[in-house]
């Protein structure tokens, strides 16, 4: 069985900083592609960035502010935020595409989530 277990979210006042980290455990056998993404209240759940066989991706809100790295060691992907705005406000969700061993194929799979508060 396969998890993804999100940490480091909360609040913070504008200006400010958070580190999220996200930590696949399982029988994994590859990881294809590991990000995160957000979700506000009454909006689509968004693409924040991601990395992609070694290459990262950054929403254009986020560019400039936000660090999207891997530890491949410990199967975990972690989200560098700074300069947090209040419009960054959300759930975010960590994201992997991982191939189990015994499989042939990688499957999606999402955290629970965590919510980043941008407030004063």
């Known amino acids: 069985q396969v998890q993804l277990v999100e940490s480091g979210g909360g609040l913070v006042q504008p200006g400010g900083s958070l580190r999220l980290s996200c930590a696949a455990s399982g029988t994994i056998f590859s990881i294809s592609s590991m990000g995160w993404y957000r979700q506000a209240p009454g909006k689509e759940r968004e693409l924040v960035a991601a990395?992609?066989?070694?290459?990262?991706n950054y929403a254009d809100s986020v560019k400039g502010r936000f660090t999207i790295s891997r530890d491949n060691a410990k199967n975990t992907v972690y989200l560098q935020m700074n300069s947090l705005k209040p419009e960054d406000t959300a759930v975010y969700y960590c994201?992997?595409?991982?191939?189990?061993?015994?499989?042939?194929?990688?499957?999606?799979?999402w955290g629970q989530g965590t919510q980043v508060t941008v407030s004063s």
């Open positions: 990395i992609i066989r070694g290459n990262t």
């Open positions: 994201n992997a595409d991982l191939t189990l061993s015994g499989s042939y194929f990688p499957r999606n799979y």
